[in-house]
């Protein structure tokens, strides 16, 4: 791998910008996620590519920090409009410029959030998503692509922890949840583990408290945005733990307020129910830093 992104310059930021979809900078893991994609969809996998590559020459054009174009944090939120865009309709030319058009802004705006060091994970792909589906669906109308319109008959198995996988990134084939789980795993396996976890607990308690359809939970659509807030708070302390179960409550509660009102979720649930617990978990550090500092005064003292 190393040899051949010395060759091909772009290559390694491409892949670790990929990668970066689940916050691994890892370039291996972003060519497994690749490849998981144009197991999907080719069209998706092209979008992919040519988002993320869009995204990664926007930031060098704009001369962003190079350290922070090679770790990847210009290709994800790209990547994701690029895979977005094709899942939701058909391939015509206005997508595909669309696609450019959406990785360029999503860029920008993550640059904006970098600088002002404000983490807002997938934001940037969720909010110029939710604008070109506007466009797409209510300005200038483009048909649904075929694979919203196929059928699937899925068993009720828990098959659909990886599937939940495969949901961050419009997949929802079993095969393709494996290969992202393994892409995890290969870069930090205590956040693959906690993912999978997160994305069973996540499917129990959307078939618990009915706030998923069957198929949707079957699908893994109850459960990729657990995935992501597993792997942002995973680590090997009991802390870590709870971090990870409220990021996930919070996820699993902002979703179903969403769906209530038929809002497209996208990752908003995850980026919201994370940011919310980051919020609480500083509080919570802050707090117990104060009074760390009280007793060893008081002890002090006496």
């Known amino acids: 791998m190393k040899s051949l992104t010395q060759r091909i310059p772009l290559l390694d930021p491409l892949l670790k910008g990929i990668g970066q979809i689940m916050l691994q900078e890892n370039a291996w893991t972003g060519l497994l996620f690749l490849a998981g994609i144009f197991c999907g969809s080719v069209q998706m996998g092209v979008g992919a590519l040519l988002a993320t590559l869009s995204g990664t020459v926007t930031a060098k054009l704009l001369k962003y920090k190079e350290e922070e174009i090679a770790s990847g944090l210009y290709g994800f939120s790209a990547a994701l409009v690029g895979v977005a865009l094709p899942f939701y309709f058909q391939s015509v030319a206005i997508i595909w410029i669309a696609i450019v058009i959406g990785a360029i802004l999503a860029t920008i705006i993550q640059h904006f959030f970098i600088v002002k060091k404000i983490p807002v994970f997938t934001f940037p792909f969720v909010f110029i998503t939710w604008i070109l589906l506007y466009v797409f669906h209510q300005v200038y109308p483009v048909a649904p692509s075929d694979v919203l319109m196929m059928e699937t008959h899925l068993n009720q198995d828990f098959a659909h922890a990886l599937r939940g ?8 084939s079993t095969f393709a949840g494996l290969l992202f ?4 795993f290969i870069s930090s396996p205590i956040s693959a583990l906690y993912a999978m976890a997160a994305a069973v607990f996540a499917a129990m308690i959307s078939k618990c408290l009915s706030l998923n359809p069957e198929e949707s939970i079957a699908l893994g659509l109850g459960s990729y ?3 992501l807030c597993a792997i942002v708070f995973a680590g090997t302390k009991v802390m ?6 409220l990021s996930v409550a919070l996820a699993l509660f902002i979703a179903w307020l969403m769906g ?3 809002f497209t979720l996208l ?6 129910g994370t940011c919310l617990t980051l919020v609480i978990k500083n ?3 802050n707090f117990f830093k104060i009074e760390t500092t009280a007793k060893t005064g008081a ?3 006496h």
Do not use: C, E, M, S
């Open 283 to 285: 509080i919570h550090t």
């Open 165 to 172: 996988f495969g949901q961050v990134i419009f997949q929802g």
């Open 240 to 245: 870590d733990g709870f971090w990870v179960l």
């Open 299 to 301: 002890n002090q003292r």
């Open 225 to 227: 945005n657990a995935v």
């Open 260 to 262: 209530k009102y038929d």
């Open 181 to 184: 789980f393994i892409a995890v």
């Open 267 to 272: 990752t908003f649930p995850f980026v919201a």
